[in-house]
C-alpha cells in the first residue's frame, strides 16, 4: 500500500513540475527595457598610495546626494576601472541630473553616457 501511494504521489509531483515548466517556457517573454545612464567617473589621485576610502564612489556619491538624487548606483575600484556612479535618465531625475552634470564639469569629472538595460539592483 505504501508503495501505490508513492508512486502516485511522485507521479503527481512530477507532472506537477512538468506543467510549471512548460508554462514557464510558453509564457511571454517580457525583455527588460534599454535605460540611457549618466556615468560619472571617480577621479583616482596617481602617484600616492591608494587608500580604502579611495576605493569607493565617495566624491561623486556626494556631489549626487547634494544634488537631490535618491537612486543611484556606485562601483567599486576594480584592476581596470576607477570607481563610478550610474543614475538613469529618467524624468524624474531630471533636477538631479542637471545638477550634476554642471557639478561634474564645473569640477573636471569624466562623465559618459551608458545604455543598459534595466536591472533590480540594490540603489543608494
Not at 10 to 15: H, I, K, M, P, V
Not at 20 to 35: D, F
Not at 54 to 66: P, V
Not at 81 to 97: D, G, K
Request: contains cysteine; proline residues 4%; glycine residues 4%.
Amino acid at each position: 500500500m505504501r508503495r501505490t501511494k508513492l508512486i502516485w504521489f511522485a507521479l503527481g509531483a512530477g507532472s506537477a513540475a512538468f506543467a510549471a515548466v512548460l508554462a514557464k517556457s510558453i509564457g511571454p517573454y517580457t525583455e527588460q527595457p534599454t535605460i540611457a545612464h549618466l556615468e560619472l567617473v571617480e577621479p583616482v589621485a596617481t602617484g600616492v598610495e591608494i587608500r580604502d576610502e579611495d576605493m569607493i564612489a565617495n566624491r561623486i556619491g556626494k556631489l549626487a546626494r547634494d544634488c537631490g538624487a535618491h537612486y543611484f548606483e556606485t562601483t567599486f575600484l576594480s584592476t581596470d576601472r576607477a570607481p563610478t556612479l550610474e543614475i538613469a535618465l529618467t524624468p524624474e531625475n531630471q533636477h538631479a541630473t542637471e545638477c550634476m552634470m554642471a557639478e561634474a564639469s564645473a569640477q573636471s569629472i569624466d562623465m559618459n553616457i551608458i545604455y543598459r538595460k534595466a536591472t533590480n539592483a540594490q540603489t543608494h
